[in-house]
């Protein structure tokens, strides 16, 4: 039988743990700090718990951390790992190393229901959800875990399809207990599931990214068919519910394609319909994948929403495209073929 991972339990449960176990209260935050502070390997590391006690725990309990089976490496620094889940699929995690941040885009499940007509994860079709051990062992597994800056939920998968999960993730990484990281250093993206939205909102303090790619009903269902469930329009009113003017920042990707969401009519409605709601927009070069009938905008067309935008008083940046080389770049990620 298979035993208890421990990384990904709260305090609270590590708690109910050593309580069963007859251990003393604060064993569970002595294994706390072993488990999310000194990144332990083994339950054998954790020496300020005596040998006869972390025998106890080892009977039915270990650490849960696995170490990524490859690295590929882009000629820009960028690196993927590919790591295996405990159902024995893959999912991929990227880092991205820059002058004066080292950002973590992290995966929440194997592959995606989305089937957004852009991304690679996508076509790869839905396998398995992530648990929060399998979503924090990418964090603390990978050999630069101790210089990521900050972390973007932005991998395989749509986050708020695995909620609970992914809610608990961010509890850890915030908590005193665990990686005690602020909230500003963590971004999650959505296509806009409203249900996840507001939890996500009442439960965390957590940057939002929403994917829109365009602002008319039928453009942006063709080439996402969440639209049909969840209309931008609804996801708008409900962003319009909350406060983005001071610490927390809500953001939307928008992938511009070549004669699709790139014309002024689109620029001139972004500006009509984001009136109001404190936020920025992160353009973003597409990445073409097979079969696909689309063609990434232009640099002309970029620098023009770009400038359209932020004088329309919608701030609007280009972010910029890393890892292309090794299939790490904006959607691109999948491991159907992995393994």
């Known amino acids: 039988m298979s035993k208890i991972k421990l990384v990904g339990k709260t305090l609270d449960e590590l708690k109910t743990i050593v309580s069963e176990l007859g251990l003393p209260a604060f064993t569970a935050k002595q294994i706390c700090d072993w488990l999310y502070k000194k990144r332990a390997f083994t339950i054998d590391e954790m020496t300020n718990i005596s040998l006869k006690n972390r025998l106890l725990i080892s009977e039915d309990y270990e650490i849960g951390r696995e170490l990524p089976i490859k690295t590929e490496e882009s000629k820009d620094g960028t690196k993927k790992y590919l790591f295996k889940t405990s159902e024995g699929h893959f999912i991929e995690t990227v880092y991205i190393p820059e002058e004066d941040r080292s950002t973590l885009c992290v995966s929440s499940q194997v592959g995606c229901k989305m089937a957004c007509k852009f991304c690679m994860t996508g076509y790869q079709g839905f396998q398995s959800q992530l648990s929060t051990n399998e979503i924090l062992n990418q964090i603390l597994s990978i050999p630069e875990a101790d210089s990521i800056t900050n972390i973007v939920f932005m991998g395989m998968g749509e986050p708020f399809d695995n909620t609970l999960p992914l809610l608990q993730s961010l509890n850890i990484l915030t908590a005193d207990y665990g990686y005690a990281w602020s909230p500003r250093r963590i971004t999650v993206s959505t296509i806009g599931i409203i249900p996840g939205i507001k939890v996500f909102m009442e439960k965390s303090n957590c940057h939002l990214t929403v994917s829109m790619h365009s602002p008319f009903a039928k453009d942006r269902e063709d080439l996402m068919p969440i639209e049909k469930a969840y209309p931008l329009s609804k996801v708008l009113e409900e962003l319009r519910k909350y406060d983005f003017s001071k610490q927390r920042r809500v953001s939307f990707a928008y ?34 994948i097979p079969n696909v009938d689309l063609k990434p905008a232009s640099e002309e067309k970029m620098n023009f929403f770009r400038d359209y935008l932020t004088s329309n008083g919608v701030t609007a940046t280009i972010r910029h495209s890393r890892g292309e080389d090794i299939s790490a770049a904006c959607g691109l990620l999948s491991t159907l073929e992995k393994g």
């Open 255 to 288: 992938i511009l394609f070549d004669g699709v969401n790139d014309t002024m009519r689109h620029a001139v409605e972004l500006v009509k319909i984001l009136k109001g709601i404190d936020c920025r927009i992160n353009l973003v070069r597409y990445h073409a």
